[in-house]
């Protein structure tokens, strides 16, 4: 929504310098596969947004002998440059997952509407303003990949 974190959004195209070294997931052969992949539908778009899902649960009293567990759901911007990408401002919470315990296998369970809600994005797309243009872009479309990491791309 700023220019200036716009410009940062392009980092993963117009500032990185692929020198061999593994300093951000943007160097790795995962990210190049998708790039060569998608192209069209999305890696030619430099605002390309891509976002790692992350989550651990932690027990919020502090004390091990109590079993209730909290599990945070976290979406980080991998677009951003390494010195800003895994800066806690910059994560989207997306959900938490309460409980007495871990998930474990039923984690699917509450990960599925966001799962959900990012294929619709991706069938279908939603506007989304461009603060670098100042203008309403035609649409923005998400992809969830086979790695736990999720890609958004304007159209």
């Known amino acids: 929504m700023t220019e ?3 410009s940062h959004m ?43 899902l992350a989550s651990d649960g932690f027990n919020p009293f502090g004390l091990m002998s109590i079993s209730h567990s909290i599990w945070p ?3 980080i ?3 951003l440059p390494p010195w800003m990408c895994m800066k806690q401002q910059n994560w989207i ?7 007495p315990k871990s998930p474990g296998n ?11 809600e990012l294929n619709v994005l991706w069938e279908d797309g939603a506007e989304t303003y461009d603060a670098a243009t100042k203008k309403i872009s035609r649409c923005m479309h998400a992809c969830c990949g086979p ?3 999720t890609q958004l791309t304007q159209c």
Not at 93 to 99: L, Q, R, W
Not at 106 to 116: E, G, T, V
Request: a positive charge.
């Open 10 to 52: 392009k980092w993963h195209k117009e500032g990185w310098v692929d020198d061999g070294a593994m300093r951000h997931p943007a160097d790795s052969k995962a990210w190049k596969h998708f790039d060569k992949k998608y192209y069209k539908k999305f890696s030619k778009d430099a605002r390309s947004v891509r976002l790692g």
């Open 93 to 99: 919470m997306s959900m938490i997952i309460p409980g």
């Open 147 to 149: 790695s736990m990491t």
């Open 73 to 75: 759901v976290i979406l």
């Open 77 to 79: 911007p991998y677009n």
């Open 106 to 116: 039923n984690i699917d369970m509450y990960l599925q509407p966001l799962i959900d």
């Open 4 to 6: 200036h974190m716009s």
